[in-house]
């Protein structure tokens, strides 16, 4: 017993030490990287309101402002880091809703590199607490989460990807974290309406994250979890409006989001090639065949999924109110559900975006009773898929540079979390 706790504790160490070398390294890059995106949500939040610039999703006034803020890095301020993003912008894209940008507001009023140096702080906290807490809430020990921060920080290309750029998925899978906390209480408990406060606003910040709800709602449906199903559309219902009440109040006027809709529409998602990042199975048909099947890919992936759903619904009396980690088991599968549907049809999926697959990656490496091998035969498909997503392990072993054979192999690692993920839907309640 004394051996197997000093094994135990040795390994969590271990662990830790590591976590803390990816960490380092996270930092490191951080600090050397100009933060492209993170520079426009800056720059675009800066000017809400000015009088030259009716509107942020206005095409005339996309090169004109990147034209002035190119001059204003040698003015305004002495940093070499805000140049290096200033020329990467020379004419906006700003493609974000104007809740994001709203978000943004209070980070104007400091300088880029005070700005920058705040938001990579606590985007590389809020990355590595968000491991931990998923990790721990689906059944995993802590040493497995404190190794679940090491792979991601040491080999996860999607995370460096978006630290490099500054973009915000790390700060969204914190927000998926504390959003599977919530929801992993009772049925009837009053943090319910949080949870779906949050879903409602994370929907609204960043919309990869539409078909979650769906998911979700079929989910407990399904499971005759109606409580909570009520609690939570009240929250997502009140979290939207308070995001739009926000974002009008920093905007003076809902109308940005009618602007935002008619600039996706003008800029479809379709145009970024894969050379710059799009990994998405719908880009890589198109660059095949020249058609654009992100409506059926969706419509499938979606299908399937809630077929899935329905035929693991639950069978005889299910309880209204469940133990928080089945429930966090539950919701966790049920959301990485949505997701796998939006990563697998959306016409634009960039690298970053990948970090949202690790909710659903941790909860299919858990230890669960299955009969059989079929336990052992999931988490080893899932540590392949894992791998696959990761790139740079594979692209350092192989040689691999191409960006068409880096995408091929992202979506197969996505195919096998998504395939893996309808087969836990599926498996029938008693």
Request: positive net charge; aromatic residues 8%.
């Amino acid at each position: 017993m004394e051996a197997g706790r000093s094994s135990g504790g040795a390994a969590t160490l271990l662990a830790a030490v590591l976590a803390a070398a990816g960490l380092a390294q996270a930092w490191e890059l951080g600090r050397r990287s100009a933060g492209s995106d993170f520079y426009q949500f800056w720059m675009v939040a800066g000017v809400i309101g000015r009088s030259d610039v009716p509107s942020v999703y206005d095409e005339e006034a996309h090169a004109r402002l990147g034209s002035e803020f190119i001059r204003r890095s040698f003015t305004d301020d002495v940093s070499e880091r805000r140049r290096r993003a200033a020329r990467e912008w020379q004419v906006l894209q700003p493609t974000a809703t104007p809740l994001l940008y709203s978000a943004f507001r209070p980070l104007t009023g400091l300088g880029y590199e005070h700005a920058h140096l705040l938001f990579r702080t606590v985007s590389l906290a809020a990355v590595a607490a968000a491991l931990v807490a998923i990790t721990l809430l689906v059944g995993h020990s802590a040493a497995t989460a404190l190794l679940a921060v090491a792979f991601v920080t040491l080999a996860f290309h999607p995370l460096k990807a978006s630290i490099q750029v500054g973009n915000v998925s790390e700060l969204q899978l914190a927000a998926i974290a504390g959003y599977l906390w919530l929801s992993a209480g009772p049925d009837a408990a009053r943090r319910q309406v949080a949870a779906g406060g949050l879903l409602g606003a994370l929907v609204l910040i960043k919309p990869n994250l539409i078909v979650v709800p769906l998911m979700l709602a079929a989910v407990w449906i399904t499971r005759r979890r109606r409580r909570k199903l009520k609690l939570q559309a009240a929250g997502v219902v009140a979290g939207a409006i308070a995001g739009l009440l926000f974002s009008a109040l920093v905007f003076a006027s809902l109308t940005p989001w009618r602007d935002w809709l008619e600039y996706l529409a003008a800029f479809p998602p379709e145009n970024i090639p894969l050379r710059l990042g799009n990994l998405g199975l719908a880009r890589i048909v198109f660059d095949t065949t020249g058609l654009r099947v992100s409506p059926v890919l969706a419509a499938v992936a979606l299908g399937v999924a809630l077929t899935a759903v329905w035929a693991g619904r639950a069978r005889g009396t299910e309880p209204s109110a469940q133990d928080s980690s089945r429930a966090a088991v539950e919701d966790t599968v049920g959301l990485a559900a949505g997701v796998f549907v939006y990563l697998l049809s959306a016409p634009l999926v960039w690298d970053h975006y990948l970090l949202l697959a690790l909710p659903g990656a941790l909860v299919l490496l858990r230890e669960a009773n299955e009969p059989g091998r079929g336990g052992a035969v999931r988490r080893g498909l899932a540590g392949l898929a894992l791998i696959l997503l990761a790139i740079d392990p594979l692209k350092s072993l192989l040689n691999l540079y191409d960006m068409y054979a880096q995408a091929a192999l992202t979506v197969a690692g996505l195919l096998v979390l998504y395939t893996l993920t309808v087969r836990e839907l599926a498996r029938p309640r008693s």
